[in-house]
């Protein structure tokens, strides 16, 4: 099982974006990061994930660009409440963009 597959919302958030246009998906991975930035004050994960432990992983969709795979490793690493919070506020913007 996949790490998003336990919340509902923040399955839905991924497949959405990853069903976006790629230039979509950098665009929707930036508002993550910047809203992940903004709510979790523990930040210090964020400092141990490097451009090398990313660029080590490329077997999953997101890992072949650095911005989506960067964006979904702070949404993995926060706490369970930003994450629902988070993919609540994505998924009204990519249905803002649809509508």
Avoid: G
Wanted: net charge negative.
């Amino acid at each position: 099982m996949r790490w998003y597959d336990l919340e509902p919302d923040v399955c839905m958030a991924i497949s959405m974006i990853e069903c976006a246009p790629p230039n979509a998906q950098v665009q929707y991975a930036e508002y993550i990061i910047k809203l992940v930035q903004e709510k979790d004050k523990e930040l210090e994960y964020i400092k141990n994930i490097t451009k090398t432990n990313l660029s080590n992983r490329h077997s999953r969709w997101y890992d072949k660009n650095e911005t989506v795979s960067t964006a979904f490793a702070y949404l993995k690493e926060t706490t369970k409440n930003i994450q629902k919070e988070v993919s609540l506020s994505v998924l009204a913007l990519i249905n803002s963009a649809v509508a």
